[in-house]
């Protein structure tokens, strides 16, 4: 009898041993990444978080792999290392039997060059004129901060200095005298080219002891009869009026200035409110780039800028 009940119960141990096996057992059901796609540059790493589920799971262990290790590499912490551009899958299986597999998209890139800092653009230098002297009947003349009558004046210039123009106008001339640059009036110049110092008349120094004697008064001669025909006969002709100067033809894309009075602003941007870079005077002739219905892109003695078009005439 106790050999029948000893014979149960080893059967019985033998048929329930894989149930408890089967039971204690837990596969895993999925394996979730911290990220499913990353982008690097060469030489950049990023640590791969990786887990399963269930977090009761028999095995957790997971191994790291990738398609293309000349691109991304990843060691068995779930580390990944940049390495040349393109793109690389990196897997992460689970190492039980379940076959589960998530995967994370590499993409190595080259770093974007940071933008050239653009270089200044050089002040250009003033534009080298012709030469002019002052004739002004006398005095010295104004030289302007602006082509205007009731401009800043800069500082005077003496009657027969030289002077250099830097731009002529038919009103203002664009000039420098002793380094300071301004507008005068084209009426009290005397243009020419290369006109010399010895040119202008430079007036003596009067004699200090021959002001302190007294000047002698020439007796005035007695004044001729005039007859009634040598009236006639000295009646002068009539001058003919001069005809007025023409002036110089334009060039095909030049334009002249025509402004209703003084000078016209040659402004960094097509608006009102843009800086100006300086005033053309009233008559120049001026390059034109482009020209619009209000305003024109033009140079002006190497300053390249913006103009209103009404103010551009073609003679």
Known sequence: MKKIIL?????????????????????????????TEVRLAPGETLRLEASVEPKDASRKTLRFSSDHPEIAKVGSTGKITAVSPGVAIVRVSATDDSGRIAT?????????????????????????????????????????????????????????????????????????????????????????????????????????????????????KATPKVTAKATAKATARPTKTPAPAKKTPLKPGTARVKTTKGGLNLRQAPSSRAAR?????????????????????????????YVKTQYLGLD
């Open 7 to 35: 014979l149960m119960l080893v059967l019985s141990c033998l048929m329930t041993a894989p149930l408890l096996a089967r039971a204690a057992n837990v596969p895993v059901t999925a394996v979730v990444l911290s990220e």
């Open 104 to 220: 994370c998209r590499v993409t190595v890139a080259e770093a974007a060059k940071p933008a050239a800092t653009p270089k200044p653009t050089p002040t250009p230098k003033p534009p080298k004129g012709s030469m002019a002297r002052v004739s002004t009947a006398s005095g010295n003349l104004n030289l302007r901060a602006e082509a205007k009558a009731h401009a800043k004046p800069l500082r005077q210039i003496p009657k027969g200095e030289e002077i250099e123009v830097l731009a002529h106008g038919t009103e203002w001339c664009y000039v420098r005298y002793k380094g300071t640059a301004g507008f005068v009036r084209t009426r009290y110049l005397t243009l020419g080219t290369g006109v010399k110092k010895s040119d202008v008349a430079v007036p003596a120094k009067p004699d200090a002891k021959a002001e302190t004697k007294a000047t002698p008064t020439p007796t005035p």
């Open 277 to 305: 870079i300086l005033i053309i005077p009233r008559g120049a002739v001026v390059q034109v780039v482009t020209s619009g219905a209000k305003w024109s892109l033009v140079t002006y003695y190497g300053q390249t800028g």
